[in-house]
Each structure stands twice: as C-alpha cells, then as structure tokens.
C-alpha cells in the first residue's frame, strides 16, 4: 500500500474534525438533540409535531453547505470505482445497520463517544471493525 501524499490533508482533516465536533456540540448545548443524521432523517420519515421544522432546515444545511462552498471553489471530482448495483447495496446495508444499531456513525462517532455512551463505544468499535475487514477482503483477497 502507498499514500498518496499529494493528497494527504492533515490539517484540512483536523479542522474538519473539529468543526464538526463543535457543530455537534453547539447542537446539543442549544438544542438538547444528538446531530446523528439518522435519527433526524427518520423523524422525517414519521414525522412528530413540532419536529419537522428543525430537520428540514438540518439536512437541507447539510447537502445545500457542500453547494454554496462549490460556488466559492473549485472541488474535486470524485472517483466511486464501483458500479450502481454496489452502490445500491451499499446503501441499503447502511441503512438497516442504523436501525438495527440505533444510530448512524455520525450519532454514534461523533456524538455518542463524546457522551462516554457505553452503547455508541460498542456500535463504533463494531462498524469501524467491519469496515477494516471489508477493506481488507476487497483490496487483498479478492483483488489477487
């Protein structure tokens, strides 16, 4: 395996981080809610009264901040080397781990371990585990 160090953005990673550390904090200190995406996208899906508002409003900052940054720079093109089927897949095997594990990887990651959740060490362990062993089947067994 070789990095790419041309690419390798500590710094830009760090304050990333860090950013959404902050947002995830000032979200819970003003709002008394997790930032895990998908418990707010499924308060969506069934929705409460007096609930909607502040999710709408959550996910459309969420995919419209990535378009307002585009308009100020040029951002890179990305490469996904797998098709729409996997893609599809993927996608569904997301989904029903987040029900299945009461969480997403946002409000597990981010805002279950800086709670000191017990719960959210075990789903990060979990998912961060099974990624390192679907990455290491991929690239190395069944790539040869």
Do not use: E, K
Not at 35 to 57: H, K, Q
Not at 101 to 118: D, I, K, N, Q
């Amino acid at each position: 395996m070789t990095i790419a160090w041309n690419a390798f953005t500590p710094y830009a990673a760090l304050a990333g981080g860090a950013l959404i550390g902050l947002a995830a904090a000032i979200f819970v200190l003003f709002n008394g809610r997790i930032a895990g995406i998908s418990g707010i996208l499924g308060g969506l899906l069934r929705p409460a009264s007096g609930g909607v508002g502040w999710r709408l409003a959550f996910l459309v900052g969420l995919v419209g901040a990535p378009v307002v940054y585009a308009w100020a720079t040029v951002l890179p093109r990305p490469q996904i080397d797998a098709g729409w089927g996997a893609l599809i897949v993927a996608g569904l095997l997301v989904g029903v781990g987040t029900r299945y594990g009461s969480g997403c990887t946002s409000g597990h990651g981010v805002c279950g371990l800086s709670r000191l959740s017990p719960r959210s060490l075990v789903a990060t362990l979990a998912f961060m585990g099974a990624g390192f062993v679907t990455v290491y089947v991929v690239r190395h067994l069944l790539s040869a």
